[in-house]
Structure formats: C-alpha cells, structure tokens
C-alpha cells in the first residue's frame, strides 16, 4: 500500500517501479510514441513525466509523484510545470518558503505552461513573499492576475502590511461581495489585531462579516470566535463562543475568550489548554493567564504547565505562522528558534537546561555565531564562522554577561513556567566579541592560530600549520616582543622575528634570523621592510660573511666580508646576472678579467687563475688568500686583506 508523504526538496527520488502509477506513466510513454530503444526529447519526456505525477497525486499517491517530478527535473531543471507542481506539493506539505521558493522563481524564469499558468506559479510565489514580511514585492506579482478568492486574501494581508489599512478592507470586502462563503481574507485581518477602537472602515467590514456570518461559518468556524469580540453585546459574544465550542472548535484563542466570557472556569481552562487538542501560542498562553482571577486559577495553570511537553509558538503580528517556537520538556525550556522573516530557516536557535540557555547560534548572512552560556546570562564562549574560516573566543568566567534571548514568567504566574523571546538586546559584533575575551582561536584553511588576551591585546599566541610547521610570540602593546618560528615541521623552532609598528599602527614584521642546522647559531637572517636585504653567516662564527638585497628592475647586489670581521664592506652589484659595479668601502673596485677568461677579479688581481676554472669558496695562493664567488652562473674572485 502508498502511502502520502511530504515533498522532498533534496536529492531526487525514484517512484516505486510496480506501482499503478508507474503503469500509467508508462502508458503515456506510449500514447506519446516513445519506443524502448529511444526516449523523448528530455522537454517533451519531462511533461509526461509531470503528467504522471499530476495523476499519480490525484489518486493519492504523493510518493510516486515526488518520485516523477524528481525525474522530470533532471531531464529539464527548468520546466515550469514541474517546478510548479513541485513548489505546490512542499508548499502543502509545510516546507519552509526558503525551500520552496526557489522552484517557483524557476517556474517563472522557465517557458510556456502546459498544464497551468504563469498565473498560478505568480499567486503562490505572492503568497510567500507576503509570510516572509515582502509585501510590496507580492503586490507587484499580484498585478494583473485574476482576481480570485486566494488572491483577494495575498492582497488583503500584503497591503494590511504595506500600511495601507484601506486598500486590505477594500480587497476583503471585495472577497466577501464575490465569495461570499470564503472567510479567508477576512479572517486574517480579524486575527491579526485586538481592535478596541473600531474606526468607521473597521465598522463596515465588521458589519459585512455579521451580515454574511451563517455561509462563512459553514467554510470555517473559527469566523465564530474571530468575530465574537465584536458582537454587540456580551450575550452575543457568549452565544457565538458556546457555538464554535459545540463544534469541537480547536483554537486555544476561543478558549481564553470563553473564560473572560464566563463560559468556563478557570482550574478546567487550565486543564483544557494542556489537553494536547490545541497548537499553543505564547500570546494565547499570556492571555488565558491574565484572565485568571484567583490564586488558584493561577496556580492550576502552573501546576498544567508544569507537566507539559510540546511546543509554543509566538505569533507576534498574528499572521498564522509564529516567529518564534519554544519547546518544552516537563514544562521546562529545551529549545528556542526564532525566524524574523518566517522563511522557515532560523536566524536564531537556542539549547536549554532547566529553562536557562546554554547555547546559542545565530546565522546573518553567510556569517555564524555559537554562543555558550556558563551559566546564562553569562557567556562563556563564543564562535564565529565564515567563507574565511571560523575564530573561537573564551571569557573569563562570569566577567561577560549577555541576556539574549531574553526570559520572563509567563504573567501573572510568579512561580513559572519561563517563555523565551529576541528581547531588545543586539547580538555582539565580533570586534565586541574580541575586546571582552581572554583567549583567541582561528582555523582558516590548514592553518590554527591561538591568542591569550587582555583588554583585546595579545599578550601571548601559538600558532600550528598543515605541514607541521609551527610557532609561538609573547607581546608587549600589542607587538609580538618575542617571536620563535618552526617553519620546517621538524619539532625544532629554529627561526626568530622581530616586528615593528607600521604607519597605521598595525604590527608589521621587520625580519627573521634562522638556525638552519640546529647548532644555536643563527646563519641566515633576512630583512622584511625596506630596504630588503638577506645574510648569511657560512662559518658559523656568529658574523655574517654574505649578503643579498633586490634593487630596482633586474638589478641585484651582492656583498660580503673581505675582511672576516662582520661587516659587508665588498659590493658587487649585477644587472641581467653580469656584475655591472663593485666596490669596497664605498670606493669603486675594478673589473679585472682573469687570463683565462673564466674568473673576474674585483679590485687588484695577485695572480691569474688560467685555464683551471676554481670551486667557489676560499683559498689561498703565493700567499694571497682569496674568496672565490659564482654570482649569476658566473665566477668572481677577490682578494682578501
């Protein structure tokens, strides 16, 4: 036996293959002219398929029509039927409008209708716009469609949202004057608002509602109740009351009425709200426990509370799709969510124990913070995440506090139970975040870094790379003061920098010093900021012997210790790798080619190389020490005093 089931917005699904369904989606194939061997082209096999799932969903079998129209979409992602009728199904089946929502933007994008129109795709994707707080957007997709009863009911809450309380009244009236058994728009404008001064607009529609109240009640009761608050006298209002409540009516809404009515008492409303027949909203919730006018009327809403386990909506602007849900265990908080713009995805959801939140995640964006709380309102910990990566931040313990959401009794019940709402505190910043924190961490790519803060200073940081490499600084003002560097992923932080503010007051490294065969010498030192220079210490006696600096274009400068003592005293500077200039002490040194025509000599030559082409490195001859160098793939020589 199919059964029914909601509309899936993930991957696609196959229909059931021995299914009548199936059989008839076959058959069609074959009305069509589709032979075995061949397939439609994927346009015209994606309307039979859409077909199929059409009769498969009139016979009731909404799995099999999930199956096809999935079927369809891969053939042709933007078909307008299929998206259409895809958009329908989830929208029937409570899938969130972010969900649903795409499949009709494709609808619309797409091309001609087969089966139905632009029309139907515009009315739905209207109706959308109006649950996700857009009404001048859905007025726009309004225009110019025929003007039904579903229509008439978009329009009248997208212009009662748009702020133009006439223009709702006009479409309800409208609605009532051409269907006159659809309670729908005017029902959503009953609901939205507790009226106690009815302008003279107000009045005329009230008094066409109680004209046509006998065929709007027989569409939908809840017109009884809805309506009940603007009877003429209090005997009315009980009258219409006693009758939605005869008809097994399941609004908790006429249940608080009833009570203020004196339709029931107070320990049986407490009793019945909790019964499990009604969907709870805080508002609801918040209204029947005002009414209560003795101590035990109160406690026996308590006590009901106390042992409930469910869900509370919270309906703020009364639009039938509440921003916020509350779940309860045992009549204590677990969990909180909250969507603003009722797009069906949270921007905030919160985790609870014994009604107080432990934690929290907000989403802006493509930005996400988890919040945790220890205990709430103080915050203990906080991550954020991006496309760049994700920065955790601890806090001291009990130093930060932050009330979101925010808590209170459920008035005028001291004792509980506690409902959960935004409140009118902001989210932090996560610059608020950083500034509060005692310990920084990111993770960006392969990349782990980790910060001890005070007052949003650094005061010490590690840091860990994919490839082992690694490293740790402390700091002073801000600036790392010391800085020790693996940056080969051996174990060993062989590497030292050294850093400095900039102009704009950012920490800016200036150069690095590393120990590159671990014997606690420093051979290799390098320079970051202008002007750019590289050393090198070749044996190991703590001086540098060699030294490089980049000049402008393709120049080059080479420098080094004729002398042995540390300082760079001979430059020899290259363009296009030839040595162009030399000189010592800043006194020009000549070029002496050598007689066999391999080595240049910098300065005086003592002797000739000849045709033997020398290694690079030191010597000595006739008792001249010298320093061979290959600079640019070529040999350079020079005298050492």
Known sequence: MMTSRRCSVSAPRKPPRNSLAAALALAALAAAGAQPASSPAPAAAAGLLVAAARDSLAMGYADAADGFLAEALDLSPSDPDANYLSALMAARSGASPASVMPYLERALSGGAFRSWTRGDAALLYASLLVRTREPHAALR?????????????????????????????????????????????????LLAADRPTVTPGDRQLIDAAFRGLD?????DMRILFALAPYAPNPDASRLMIREYRAMDGGD???????????????????????????????????????AMATPAGRAALALAFSTYSGSVGSDADRDGFPEAVSRYENGTLAAWAWDPDQDGVPSIEAGFRESAP????????????????????????ATVSDASGSRAYAFAPGAVTLPVPALSRLSPLESGPWLASRGTRELPSETWLAARAIRAEKRSGGLAEAWELYDGEALRSWWRAADGSGGLAWYRAGVPSEDRADLDGDGRLETRRYWIRSADGMPVMERLESDLDGDGVFEYRKRLVVPLLETWDTDADGLPDLGFEPLDGDRKAW???????????????????????????????????????QVTWLGRKPFDFGRQRPEPGMGARNGVRYAVMELGGRLYAEALE
Not at 142 to 147: I, S, V
Not at 215 to 219: G, H, I, M, W
């Open 141 to 189: 997709f309004l225009a110019g469609l025929p003007r039904d009863a579903e229509l008439l009911r978009v329009e009248s809450v997208a212009q009662r949202l748009a702020g133009n309380p006439e223009g709702a009244r006009r479409a309800i009236l409208e609605s009532l004057a051409r269907f006159p058994r659809d309670p729908r728009a005017l029902l959503s404008w």
């Open 215 to 219: 065929a709007l009640k027989e569409t």
């Open 252 to 290: 908790a809404r006429a249940l608080a009425l009833a009570l203020r009515l004196g339709l029931v008492g107070e320990e049986a409303a407490a009793a019945e709200v909790f019964s499990g027949r009604y969907a709870l909203d805080a508002g609801t919730l918040a209204d029947l426990a005002g």
């Open 358 to 381: 432990v934690e929290l995640l907000a989403r802006s964006g493509g930005t996400t913070v988890m919040l945790r709380f220890g205990p709430w309102p103080r915050l203990s910990s």
């Open 559 to 597: 420098s080094f210790s004729a002398r042995g003592d540390g300082r760079l005293d001979t430059r020899a500077v290259l363009a296009g790798g030839v040595v162009v200039s030399a000189e010592r002490d800043g006194q020009p040194l000549a070029l002496v080619p050598d007689s066999g025509g």
